[in-house]
């Protein structure tokens, strides 16, 4: 496939060039004109186009153009710049002199959008809820990047591992690096084909190059396809032959926490554009951007572990043995000291059951060996014992650094046709929190493409190729620097032994006083127990100290080179130590076309569309499992969807039905529909109903990965993984059933890709043209959600394996929410509006042992006031206040016991984000001062993320 693809990529590239050698057969003729602010100045920048073509150009310096063309008389040219009213003009020939004066207004309810029906239509009139997030909107924003201003749209939920990376959600069941929510660059699907989800923006489009943002928060897969289950974000470059000239940003400022090993650090940003068309035939753009910082540091240091009769809250290292802090790492895994030393004393012949023996000889046989035992070492339920753990900030590169690079190639056919190739590359250093926290080290991933386009329909050859470069598990890292240093069952050894031997020592001493003294032996035992209570602290203190002699320290020589061995191992490692080293080289390769039959078929709108994809899986045979051949596998899918939308009763009611098939190799044809109505009345006022379904395929973990981990052998969930490990035939056991005390045969059910069914109504309306209501009610049905099962699997009396399988939940999860946003203009250019979403699961009591993982708070809302023109002095504000509800995060990286206990609450919190800009028009410069979480409260979004400060900046921005 890969072969084909590339030669398919140089035919391509071989047409568009021969494609220029084409002459066209008609004569153009040239538009001239000039385009001014109203009642002041030219205004340079502004985009020319022609309604219903692609053609455009772009005013000079002066605010004059020159637009070529081979249009018939009459048409109509689009006059638009960032922040000012669209105009329309009506041109009848080419010698009719073109003067345009644009104001600045609110656009409230004017906003076009694509991503509802895939056809442009007012956002008024979207069957779905739809947000958009345009230039205008970008600049008017607080936030320091338009990927973080995606973030303040209605309904939306952030999920910040890092500074770069950002995970998006809506509508519930939030996750780190979500693969339920879909994310297309430019039509290209933007995951990492190995990981299955988008890494926040480190590939995306770079700022400057930004045309706009359009997000539905809910199901879109009838016209999307797989794993648009919880909503799609569709992200759109700025055309070359319509946004032409140099661009450029320079952003810097700094973070600011207390917690981080450095309270305040720099950042800096900087980006660059340059589009160009010659003749408006040939047009290329270029982008590159790139950005560093000291990222935000996890440091949440309670103890997660619920050990030896402590709580979240107060757990330490220092009174709990068997602490496990959520950001430190290499503490992991317990063992119980009690169960191990009554082993080894129920051994005959052991160095432990001849001391006790001794010592019950020594005391006159008035205790026996199981006595002293049992008073020296504490029970079971209190005596779990991790080994001393380091801090993330000792094992994870908080050097954040991305680099973009973006071209592309256009060419027009003709002034309806357009052909184009190009290219994304991106690459840095961040930080993802999965079942670990990953440090992206070195990542980078590219997109190219190829693709032909008209109004009515386009075709699309696209590749995304992702490289983990040096990327480890920080968690593993951390696990193998104590493995390398010392073996864990030397360790354990060390520990319990000095343990035992001072316990045992102090309680002989004590009881022999005690009968010297006259007392029973009844009595004696009661004070030996006291005096070796009184000095557990002091036991677990030297224990620990003679176990962590010589331990390797960060900084030293001696950690660092046995992390970097570590590092430069592949998961999970070998017989000569603990391998962290993430490695995946996996590509993913689609075709895809759409085509719009308006122009032959009248009585409705009808759309067809399909698509062809393949995953090829490459982890150097490290995560993926192989084929009989000894090959990773090739995942093979298909698509394909038909629309029909019909306007009725004098274009008031809008009716869109359509339906998509798509078919993955390992499951069984998925079939969604999709049904809605728009009313439209007193011209401005929208009334929608819509039903709609989505799914999600596993991801290719879910599917494939086959990964000997330390705590559990993680497999996929497809049956062939079963059969190999024989978790098909028994004897086999949930981890529930065994820490219940009765085993219990675990059944497999059959693995099935996640279904949701949503129901919606909704209504929007622009009200005296000054409010801007958009309001909606939803109810969501899940089918099949994904969960874990682990399982035990005897191999002996008294050995077993632990496999961790991905399974169907039985149960289906309900859910529900609403939203409402208001946005209202007020005099003088100043704008005033908030909104609030709310999100509740319904049936979480029904679910049994089931971890649905909803992770979203039930309200949360954000009040925004400001104004893009101050009295027309081209000076803005904007402020931002958001606030949300606590609310229970599970993932796989939440300690079980909190996990199961749902404890693993993140705080409500609240924060304020302001911006003031200035524009010069003449110099085509803007400069912006912002401020993201002003007043320093800090706060995390997900367990065991980072904290988030304040963060503030200056950008310098010119040709925005």
Do not use: C
């Not at 489009?205 to 943002?213: A, G, K, Q, R, S």
């Not at 050859?461 to 696990?479: F, W």
């Not at 029909?644 to 079939?671: A, E, P, W």
Request: hydrophobic share 35%.
């Amino acid at each position: 496939m890969k072969s084909i693809f590339i030669k398919a990529l140089w035919g391509s590239l071989l047409l568009l060039l021969s494609l220029t050698q084409v002459i066209s057969a008609q004569t153009p003729t040239t538009i001239n004109g000039v385009v001014h602010q109203k009642g002041g100045n030219a205004l340079p920048g502004a985009t020319v186009s022609i309604k219903g073509a692609t053609s455009g150009t772009i005013t000079g310096s002066g605010g004059t153009f020159t637009l070529k063309t081979t249009h018939s008389f009459p048409l109509t040219l689009v006059f638009s710049y960032v922040g000012y009213k669209t105009e329309e003009r009506e041109i009848s020939s080419a010698a009719e002199k073109v003067e345009v004066e644009l104001s600045t207004t609110e656009t409230l309810g004017q906003e076009v959008v694509v991503a509802a029906s895939r056809v442009q239509e007012s956002i008024l009139q979207s069957p779905v809820s739809i947000e958009k997030l345009d230039a205008r909107a970008l600049k008017a924003s607080p936030a320091p990047s338009f990927y973080d201003a995606i973030g303040n749209l209605k309904g939306v939920e952030m999920s910040t591992q890092s500074l770069t990376f950002k995970s998006v959600n809506t509508r519930g069941f939030n996750s780190n690096g979500n693969t339920r929510v879909l994310q297309l660059n430019d039509g290209m699907d933007n995951q990492a084909p190995g990981l299955n989800f988008a890494v926040g923006n480190m590939v995306g489009i770079p700022e400057l190059d930004l045309d706009n943002v359009e997000l539905i928060p809910g199901a879109a897969s009838a016209l999307y396809g797989p794993n648009a289950l919880n909503g799609i974000v569709l992200m759109t470059s700025k055309n070359p032959f319509q946004y032409q000239g140099v661009s450029a940003q320079v952003k810097t400022g700094f973070l600011n926490d207390n917690g981080r090993t450095d309270a305040t650090t720099g950042f800096y940003d900087v980006s660059v554009r340059y589009a160009h068309a010659f003749n408006n035939k040939v047009a290329f753009k270029l982008n590159i951007g790139y950005l560093q910082a000291k990222d935000w540091q996890a440091y949440d240091h309670r103890d997660q572990s619920l050990a030896n009769g402590h709580t979240l809250q107060d757990g330490t290292r220092a009174n709990n043995e068997g602490y496990n802090g959520v950001n430190i790492y290499g503490d992991e895994n317990t063992v119980n000291m009690y169960n191990t030393l009554a082993a080894q004393a129920a051994t005959p012949g052991s160095p432990l059951a001849t001391q006790l023996a001794q010592v019950s000889g020594m005391l006159g046989g008035t205790v026996t060996p199981q006595q002293i035992l049992n008073a020296a070492i504490p029970g079971a339920g209190s005596s779990s014992i991790t080994r001393t753990g380091y801090n993330e900030a000792d094992v994870v590169d908080y050097t954040t650094k991305n680099l973009k690079l973006n071209g592309a190639l256009h060419y027009k056919i003709t002034e309806n046709l357009e052909a184009l190739i190009q290219g994304s590359y991106g690459a840095g250093t961040t930080v993802y929190t999965g079942a670990d926290r990953y440090s992206l080290k070195n990542f980078n991933m590219g997109q190219y493409k190829v693709e032909l386009k008209s109004p009515d329909f386009y075709v699309r050859l696209y590749t995304t190729q992702e490289r983990s470069g040096d990327s480890y598990a920080g968690g593993t890292l951390a696990s193998g620097i104590n493995e390398a240093w010392k073996s864990s069952q030397q360790w354990y050894g060390e520990y319990f032994g000095t343990y035992a031997t001072n316990s045992i020592t102090n309680f002989a001493q004590a009881y022999g006083a005690a009968l010297q003294g006259g007392a029973t032996p009844t009595a004696a035992l009661a004070a030996a127990q006291a005096a070796v209570n009184g000095k557990r602290d002091t036991y677990n203190a030297t224990a620990r100290g003679i176990a962590d002699k010589g331990r390797l320290l960060p900084g030293t020589p001696e950690f660092d080179a046995a992390a970097d061995k570590v590092k430069n191992k592949a998961i999970p490692g070998d017989a000569s130590g603990v391998g962290a080293k993430f490695t995946d080289k996996t590509n993913l390769y689609q075709a895809e076309f759409m085509y719009n039959f308006h122009n032959l078929v009248h009585f409705a709108e009808i759309l067809v569309g399909g698509n062809y994809r393949r995953y090829a899986l490459n982890s150097e045979k490290t995560l993926f499992a192989l084929d009989d051949n000894g090959k990773e596998f090739r995942i093979n899918e298909y698509g394909g969807y038909v629309q029909i939308m019909k306007k009725l009763i004098n274009d008031h009611l809008k009716l869109t039905g359509s339906v998509r098939y798509d078919k993955n190799m390992n499951f069984k044809g998925q079939f969604s529909p999709r049904v809605s109505a728009v009313y439209t009345f007193l011209e401005t006022q929208n009334i929608r109903v819509s039903y709609q379904t989505g799914f999600r395929i596993p991801h290719n973990q879910d599917q494939y990965i086959d990964l000997v981990t330390p705590q559990a052998h993680l497999i996929g969930g497809l049956p062939f993984l079963r059969e190999r490990y024989g978790l098909d035939k028994g004897p086999v056991y949930s981890l529930q059933s065994v820490q219940a005390g009765a085993p219990k045969q675990y059944t497999f059910n059959e693995f099935l890709p996640e279904k949701i069914q949503a129901y919606e109504i909704g209504y929007k309306a622009l009200v005296a043209k000054k409010l801007l209501i958009d309001a909606y009610v939803y109810k969501n049905d899940f089918k099949n959600m994904n969960g874990v099962q682990v399982l035990i699997q005897p191999t002996s009396a008294t050995t077993r394996n632990v496999f961790s399988v991905p399974v169907s939940a039985q149960e289906t999860v309900h859910s529900w929410g609403w939203a409402l946003g208001l946005d209202y203009s007020l005099p003088l250019n100043f704008t005033f509006g908030g909104n609030v979403s709310y999100n509740e699961l319904t049936n979480a009591k029904d679910l049994g042992s089931f971890l649905a993982m909803y992770n979203t708070p039930k309200v949360r809302y954000s009040l925004n006031f400001g104004n893009r023109n101050i009295a027309n002095s081209n000076f803005a504000f904007n402020v931002l206040w958001k606030w949300q509800q606590s609310f229970i995060w599970q993932s796989s990286f939440v300690g079980p016991a909190v996990n199961v206990a749902a404890l693993s609450e993140i705080p409500a919190f609240g924060t304020l984000d302001a911006m003031v800009s200035k524009f010069f028009p003449k110099a085509k410069t803007t400069v912006k001062l912002g401020a993201v979480n002003l007043l320093n409260k800090k706060y995390i979004q997900s367990w065991g993320n980072p904290t988030i400060g304040s963060q503030y900046y200056i950008s310098l921005g010119y040709n925005l």
